[in-house]
């Protein structure tokens, strides 16, 4: 039996059996498309994890400042009054870890921008000019501000997108003047969307200047203290091997890095 008689024989059965065949080509399309279903949900799933990863940014390592006790009463790791490192600190990893390429303080602050007649509750962080790199996070219009603005304590800043579409409804912030606490700022730059964090924040909601700008002019600190740090491009080792080998315990005014082992 050659093959063009398989087919004419196998063609007649079907249509000698017309609900037979239907209901086994559903039977087909359906566990064909659940599995289909299935294999495309968990992949969803897989990239979103990922993408929430990712905005974190890679390969990197917080340190906050440490607990502190003060008139018998002891507070937490990480307490927002708790501001015991300092920038002396920072350089010193610079210079006794050799893993970390690239650091930046935190300096966290709320304030309303003002714009005209438009105006937003937000937070201000401050940091140096490495964040963006350090969290992979893109400017999508302007630029970020420099290391000279850093150095300067210049009234720079850069704006989320959360931030732009309500201060500047319709017009391109780069460029615009808003106001933070009676200062003027100038916007250089206004970041890629990221959307929301883990906790479900808005990361686009929230403004960047220099630390320096806001350490002396936004909280008016005659001391270079900062809230904690952000290591990134952590090289020749993982995340895991970077807390075996080293303990970083800081201290006022300096920071001790000790090797394990």
């Not at 270079?224 to 952590?234: D, K, N, Q, S, Y």
Request: proline fraction near 3%; glycine fraction near 10%; charge should be positive.
């Amino acid at each position: 039996m050659n093959l063009l008689m398989i087919i004419r024989v196998a063609f007649r059965a079907l249509v000698r059996n017309k609900m037979r065949a239907a209901l086994t080509m559903l039977g087909i399309i359906i566990g064909v498309s659940a599995v289909i279903a299935m294999v495309s949900i968990g992949q969803g799933a897989q990239q979103s994890v990922q993408d929430q990863i990712a905005s974190i940014g890679t390969n990197l390592l917080f340190v906050s400042a440490g607990a502190q006790n003060v008139g018998g009463v002891r507070t937490g790791t990480g307490d927002t009054g708790t501001n015991t490192l300092t920038v002396e600190d920072l350089d010193a990893i610079k210079r006794e870890v050799p893993s970390v390429s690239m650091v930046t303080p935190t300096v966290n602050t709320r304030s309303q921008l003002i714009f005209g007649s438009q105006n937003w509750n937000t937070q201000i962080q401050g940091v140096s000019e490495q964040y963006p790199d350090i969290r992979k996070w893109t400017v999508q219009d302007g630029s970020f501000f420099t290391d000279a603005d850093v150095r300067t304590a210049a009234r720079v800043i850069v704006v989320g997108q959360t931030i732009a579409d309500n201060l500047f409804p319709g017009t391109s912030a780069v460029g615009q003047t808003v106001r933070v606490k009676e200062l003027p700022f100038r916007v250089v730059g206004v970041m890629a969307r990221k959307g929301q964090d883990q906790q479900g924040r808005d990361q686009d909601d929230t403004a960047f200047a220099p630390y320096t700008t806001v350490q002396k002019k936004i909280l008016g600190s005659p001391r270079a203290r900062t809230g904690g740090l952000c290591f990134g491009h952590i090289s020749g080792c993982n995340l895991h091997r970077a807390g075996a080998d080293w303990s970083v315990t800081a201290t006022a005014p300096q920071i001790r890095t000790a090797r394990r082992g």
